[in-house]
Structures are given as structure tokens and as C-alpha cells.
């Protein structure tokens, strides 16, 4: 064999008792699982003795914000070190492809806050193949550091058919967002995303986005909406993703399916009890969450959808003219703008996290808005509005919103997976985007009994796996692809701290994807062992 993991407590992906047994590799698959007893043991060109730590299968991160990183950092360790061996990525509706030469200037600018401007990518696709075949041939075609499959982006392709336009699709510009949706899955993407609070995408109505999620579902696909609020209207919004998906007959993945502000303390059992109730009735329904209570986005994304219509200039244009700009305060701080989720702003709960400009860097960065504004004795609307525009919109920020109650309560359902949601641009970024996987491991298993070890697993292999219809991952057995994690049960846990965030985990020494190991000895080695995940083709 090419490699024998000896003496180790496997966690099989199913949530089944653990057990004892040497796992023997080669080619890349688990060639046998050897338990005590039964037979000769299997040998290998590497041993590892991994008496006390657990083995399973590669965490799958449901939820990932990688679509650049993993072509501009070949280590990648925020995601390498935690486990992960599979990201999800095109999330949120917005992404960079499919694209053409008129869109992608725009999309760079409008998420630069969760990717970076991206001065170092080549960006030479402008199909969604071409992007995922970019992502195989990696640094000097030697691949990247873990596999990803990709969500095509609603709100990527409404640019592409109309621009940044508020306003219904006319029946040409619905055909061709068909068309491009079902080119982009039958070049592998998995399914869709939407980002229903960001611009376009949410200009779409729920007949356009029907329309689409037809497409998805005739591919065998599945949408991932962040739908239209998390806030002051949230159980509506996701029984409306529940409806639209019904009538599509398609597939459903709620993207970090969380309930935040001060109106949802409490109520996610009524959000389960309304999932329960659809599955019941037949509906293909699954959820991520992050095991944090904060969220994260951009501070452009808190403000009203009508003022970014027409793209990024246009609304730095509007933040320039006095007159709009009280406008724009006024719908965020009176009204509840949209893209606060219809909850009126409280700067004391928005954190700036990162900057795209490093000269605002030292006056901004960790501070809340308010905060800042208090330093410069000004009104935190004023502090806002002149980071939006020198920052040219490239400002992320995390939202202390959340509630634990609601956090645990949802990560304990059984159509539950997990998803970092985590933006790795910025000089504070959240703590999930480093430290998820051991933190579900590490603090809510292990030290808080939500769930066990063995059934987190589950939801962190098993489920995502069969989400995405791989066949062959998500589960360790003989045959299976050599995507493991070798983590130590009780030691276990996040590095990442809000103050430290950046932060490696502790008790993950070894992590292995195609049988190589890409994490040895609790280090990063050379090995760039990923390639993209494509749809499986309906039989």
C-alpha cells in the first residue's frame, strides 16, 4: 500500500460508533479497512501510528468565499489546516463567471470585499468551464490546495443578460440567463446561487427565479438562495425559497440558514418546525450554518437596493450628492433599508473588519462604526459614508446580530451541514473563515455535547456529499476516495479568535486528499492535490 494509518479511532461519516482499525491507502482510494483481528494487517511505504487521534472523512465546506484565494495561494492553509478537502464556492449569487468583457470590471469592484480586487489573477475565462478549468490546472498545472465545485451565480448572470438594472427580465433577456445557467452545469457546476439581498440579483422577482431553478432542477442540480432577509422578515423569506423551489421542482440548499436581530431571539424552532413540514411533504431540503453568532458582508451591502442600481459607479455617484446621500441614511437608519435585512442599522454593531485601501487601515480596522465615528467626532452615518467612498465600496465589515440559541438549535437537525461562509480578504477577517471545523469539533461537541462527535462528523462529510451526489466521498470505505482528516478528539479546537483570527487550529496533524498528504505533522506541505468536483450527469 502507499500509505497505512495504523491503531486509529475511525469516524466512518454516517454518525455510527466509532471504531479501531488500520485504514490502508493506495492510488488515491482506501484499498481496505483493517480491523483488530481479522487477518494480516495491511503495510505501507508511510506508516502513521495514529493511536488517540480519530480519522474521517475530509471536511466539506459548504459555503465557501475561495473563488480567488485558491488561485492566488497555493498553501491555502485556512482552509487546509481545518480539514476541509472540498470547498463550495460561487456563493451568493455573485461570482467571476460566467462573465464577459463589459461585466467582470464591475463584478471586481462590487465584491472586492469578500475576494480582494483580484490585481494578481489572470482572468483569462469567461465561461464557467473555462473557470473551472482554470482551477485544475492551478499553480503551473500542478492543481490547487483542496477540490471545489461551483455554484453558478444568479446574480452574475442577471448582469450578463441586463446590467445592473431594477426591473423585470423582458422574455429575451429570461432565455438567454436560461441558456446560460444550463451551459454553466453542463460544463460542471453543481447547481445555482443567489444573493437575494445583494444587487442584481435581487432585482429578480419570484417568477424569474423560477424560471431558472427549472433549469437547475431538469440538471439535477440544486439552488442555494441567500434569500431576502435574514432579519425583520426572515421566516417569510425562507418560506418563500421553499415555495419558489416547490413550484420548480428543484432542489434546496439554504446558504448559513441562520435567524439574527433583535425580533428572531428564539424562534428557530419555528424555522425547523416549517422545514420539517415541507420534507414531510416531499420537498429536497438542506442547510449550512456557521457556528458563530456574528455574520460578515461588506458595508455596501447594508444599504438600499435602489441606491446600487446601475452598478458601482453609480452608486458611488449617489454616496457623492449630498441630498441621495441623506436619502440612503435615512432608509438605513429610520426605515431598515433591504439590505440590512429591514432592521434599521445600529452602528455600534457593525465592525469594520477590512479594507481595501491599507491606508484606512489603522483608523478603521476592529472598530465598530460607531466607534470610529466617536474618534473622529462625527456622526457614524458621516464615518460610513466617506469609508464607503474612499474605499471605493471594498469595505468588509462583520454584523454582531446573532443569537446562540439559535446557532445550536439549528446545527442539531439532521438536514444540517456545514459552511464557513468565510471571506478570507481583510486584516480582521471573521474567525470562521479559519477556525470552523475545528470549532463544531472542539467547542460544540466535544466541551458543549450539542452534538457528538461521530454525528458532527455527519453533518460536516456525509450530508454535504450526499447533497452534492458525489458517490464516491463523504464516507470512509473501501473504494472511496483517500480524502481524510486525522484529528485528535480531545484536544481539538479553533486557533481563531475574533482578536486573533488568522490563527491556525490546534489537533489536526494530518490531512490527506487523493491519498496525499497535504498536511503532515500539523504542517502545510508542497502538495497540491485539488481539482474541481463537477456535476454528476443525471443517469
Known sequence: ??????????????????????????SGRIAEIHRPGNGPRPTGRTVVDAHGLATSPGFIDMHAHSDLALLQDPSHEAKAAQGVTLEVIGQDGLSYAP?????????????????????????????????????????????IAVNAAYLIPQ???????????????????LDRMRRLVAEGLEQGAV?????????????ADDAELTELCRVVAAHGGYY?????????????????????????????????????????????????????????????????????TPGCTTLAALLPSWAAEGGPDAMLARL??????????????????????????DWRSVEISGVTDDRLAAAHIGRTV???????????????????????????VLQHVGHEENVRTIMRHPAHTGGSDGILHGAKPHPRAYGTFPHYLGHY??????????????????????????????????????????????????????????????????????????????????????????RTPLC
Open 224 to 292: 442555494c438562495p441567500h434569500h431576502r432577509s435574514y432579519g425583520a422578515h426572515a421566516l417569510r423569506a425562507y418560506a418563500e425559497m421553499i415555495e419558489l423551489t416547490r413550484a420548480a421542482g428543484c432542489a434546496l440548499h439554504l446558504a448559513h440558514a441562520v435567524l439574527n436581530f433583535p425580533g428572531n431571539e428564539g424562534r428557530a424552532p419555528e424555522l425547523l418546525r416549517m422545514l420539517d413540514e415541507a420534507r414531510a411533504a416531499g420537498a429536497d431540503i438542506t442547510l449550512d450554518s456557521y457556528p458563530y
Open 370 to 396: 460607531a466607534g470610529a465615528a466617536a474618534d473622529r467626532r462625527e456622526e457614524p452615518w458621516t464615518t460610513a459614508r466617506r469609508l464607503l467612498l474612499e474605499d471605493r465600496l471594498g469595505t468588509t
Open 1 to 26: 500500500m502507499d500509505t497505512v494509518i495504523r491503531n486509529t479511532r475511525v469516524m466512518d461519516g454516517t454518525g455510527s460508533p466509532s471504531y479501531t482499525a488500520d485504514i490502508a491507502i493506495t
Open 320 to 345: 457623492k450628492d449630498d441630498a441621495t446621500s441623506a436619502r440612503v441614511r435615512h432608509a438605513m437608519e429610520v426605515e431598515g433599508s433591504d439590505g440590512c435585512h429591514g432592521v434599521p442599522v
Open 155 to 173: 446574480g452574475t448572470v442577471r448582469a450578463l443578460a441586463l446590467g445592473w438594472d431594477d426591473r423585470p427580465a423582458t422574455g429575451a433577456e
Open 191 to 203: 447547481g445555482m446561487s443567489s444573493g437575494l439581498t445583494y444587487t442584481p440579483g435581487m432585482y
Open 99 to 143: 462573465v464577459d468583457d463589459r461585466v467582470l470590471p464591475s463584478l471586481r469592484t462590487q465584491i472586492a470585499g469578500w475576494n480582494g480586487p483580484g490585481h494578481d489573477a489572470d482572468f483569462t475565462w469567461r465561461t464557467t468551464g473555462e473557470y473551472l478549468d482554470r482551477l485544475d490546472h492551478g499553480f503551473d498545472g500542478a492543481g
Open 445 to 534: 461537541a466535544r466541551e458543549l455535547g450539542v452534538l457528538s462527535l461521530e454525528e458532527c462528523v455527519a453533518h460536516l462529510t456525509s450530508r454535504p456529499a450526499a447533497r452534492l451526489r458525489l458517490p464516491d466521498r463523504g464516507l470512509i470505505r473501501e473504494g472511496y476516495r483517500a480524502d481524510l482528516v486525522l484529528f485528535d478528539p480531545g484536544t481539538v479546537a479553533a486557533g481563531a479568535t475574533f482578536e486573533a483570527p488568522r490563527t491556525l487550529p490546534t489537533g489536526i496533524p494530518y490531512v490527506l486528499i487523493a491519498g496525499r498528504f497535504v498536511m503532515k505533522d500539523g504542517r502545510r506541505t508542497d502538495v497540491l492535490a485539488g481539482r474541481t468536483v463537477r
